[in-house]
């Protein structure tokens, strides 16, 4: 189990607005590493998330954020934090912001950052 980067939120908002959404790409291909290693599980490539999501113009990032969660959730129960699966809660953020980088579907990766961030933090208490 290796753990992943503890991210700022407020960066995160930052580095997102900076760069015009392309920040997420970067995010999404880091996030999807960091899970792999802290799991030891090894899913689809990070690089084929970031080649889908940018091919499918961000319509992946639905299948991505149902996957993210299911990883967080497994995560979760690695550290001993309760484990809940939001997979139902972002694919609706993400509709209703009419996509995963679009409107209030911005919001989806700070929740998966802050519950990683929990979850990492976690992690380092437990050794």
Same mark, same amino acid.
């Given at each position: %189990?290796? @753990? *992943?980067?503890?991210?700022?939120?407020? %960066?995160?908002?930052?580095? &997102?607005?900076? &760069? +015009? +959404?392309? =920040?997420?790409?970067?995010?999404?291909?880091? &996030?999807?590493?960091?899970?792999?290693?802290? &799991? +030891?599980?090894?899913?689809? /490539?990070?690089?084929?998330?970031?080649? $889908?999501?940018?091919?499918?113009?961000?319509?992946? +990032? =639905?299948?991505?954020?149902?996957?993210?969660?299911?990883?967080?959730?497994? %995560?979760?129960?690695? #550290? *001993? $934090?309760?484990?809940? @699966?939001?997979?139902?809660?972002? #694919?609706?953020?993400?509709?209703?912001?009419?996509? /995963?980088?679009? *409107?209030? *579907?911005?919001? #989806? /990766?700070?929740?998966?950052?802050?519950? $990683? @961030?929990?979850?990492?933090?976690?992690?380092? @208490?437990?050794?």
């Amino acid at each position: %189990m290796r @753990n *992943g980067t503890r991210r700022d939120l407020l %960066m995160m908002l930052v580095l &997102t607005f900076i &760069t +015009g +959404g392309l =920040y997420y790409f970067y995010w999404a291909y880091k &996030t999807s590493k960091e899970m792999d290693e802290f &799991t +030891g599980e090894r899913g689809i /490539p990070p690089i084929v998330h970031l080649i $889908l999501l940018i091919c499918t113009v961000s319509l992946w +990032g =639905y299948v991505w954020d149902i996957l993210t969660a299911q990883k967080i959730e497994r %995560m979760q129960r690695m #550290v *001993g $934090l309760p484990a809940r @699966n939001q997979s139902w809660l972002y #694919v609706a953020l993400d509709f209703l912001g009419a996509g /995963p980088i679009y *409107g209030i *579907g911005i919001v #989806v /990766p700070f929740l998966q950052q802050n519950d $990683l @961030n929990e979850i990492y933090a976690a992690a380092d @208490n437990r050794r």
